[in-house]
């Protein structure tokens, strides 16, 4: 049980291109969605919180416009980066949580390299 | 502030050997701790966590690991390294209070095991 599941696993796109990254709880509710970005060598970064119908929270110095979270429903969230860049290729991690449980539950990642 | 400091950025161990890795955190309020292996290009998996109770977690693969208040440390131990736990730990702590969910991570500790 709880499976989280990503897609795509990687992704290449060019600059100046909008990704669409998917965030799938496969076997419960996902009330709650995190996502982190992981550069080499370093370690998980959180960039935002989304909540099932709500307005996704930021941390300090990402840009909201640039990272678009949408978690329409319980079992998915995306994130849509925009007009990527070559300093946004990085390891994208998402995690979900379900309501009243402290646990959060990885997804594989996604590779996205900005050429 | 929630945070997490792991000693050692590498551990080379021999295959066979005791493996410890340091996890060191400062916390307001009692935390819940995790330990997480990531293989390369891969999501993280949870190895164990504290919440309450006995203070000594068992986790998967022969892994364990002792909360010590006094000392604030979470370190994480396996008797007898296996070259398949070659990959990198990830120390966490889980925020309390109004950031209810939030994971910190620790810099990450890249484990090699020597045949």
């Known amino acids: 049980g709880a499976v989280v599941s990503q897609h795509p696993s990687w992704v290449i796109c060019k600059s100046g291109t909008s990704v669409k990254i998917e965030c799938r709880s496969l076997d419960f509710q996902a009330t709650t969605m995190f996502w982190y970005r992981q550069f080499p060598k370093q370690s998980l970064m959180l960039m935002a919180t989304?909540?099932?119908?709500?307005?996704?929270?930021?941390e300090q110095g990402v840009e909201k416009d640039k990272f678009l979270i949408n978690h329409a429903s319980l079992t998915l969230s995306t994130l849509t980066v925009t007009s990527a860049h070559p300093e946004d290729s990085s390891f994208y991690i998402c995690?979900?949580?379900?309501?009243?449980?402290?646990?959060?539950?990885f997804g594989p990642g996604t590779r996205l390299t900005v050429t | 502030a929630q945070s997490v400091t792991q000693l050692g950025s590498h551990v080379s161990v021999s295959e066979g050997a005791l493996v410890l890795l340091r996890c060191n955190y400062s916390s307001s309020v009692p935390p819940y701790l995790f330990w997480y292996v990531q293989y390369p290009n891969q999501g993280l998996q949870l190895l164990l966590k504290y919440t309450t109770g006995a203070t000594l977690v068992k986790g998967i693969n022969g892994f364990e690991a002792e909360f010590k208040k006094s000392e604030t440390s979470f370190h994480l131990t396996k008797p007898s390294a296996h070259m398949s736990d070659a990959a990198e730990y990830f120390c966490?702590?889980?925020?309390?209070?109004?950031?209810?969910?939030?994971?910190?991570f620790g810099q990450g500790t890249i484990l090699t095991v020597h045949p």
């Open positions: 995690s979900a949580r379900d309501f009243g449980s402290y646990e959060q539950y």
């Open positions: 989304s909540n099932e119908g709500s307005k996704a929270t930021y």
């Open positions: 966490a702590v889980l925020d309390g209070g109004t950031s209810y969910g939030k994971l910190t």
